[in-house]
């Protein structure tokens, strides 16, 4: 989500979120060393899914 809130932010803020007058570039840069370091959300939803127990075939 913090990866998806700085694009946005970007976005919204023009040229300006990606220029050196404003601080929007440091946190773009954050959010995506993040998602590199730690794994984009959807595999992590999806371990704590199979840890819960819910996807499992009960047959």
Known sequence: MYFAAA???I???GALGF???HELHLHYKRA???QLLFGETGRHLDAL???AGFGEDER
Request: proline residues 0%; glycine residues 6%; contains cysteine.
């Open 7 to 9: 694009c946005e932010a």
């Open 11 to 13: 976005q919204i803020h």
């Open 19 to 21: 220029s050196w007058e």
């Open 32 to 34: 995506k060393s993040g």
């Open 49 to 51: 899914a199979a840890r």
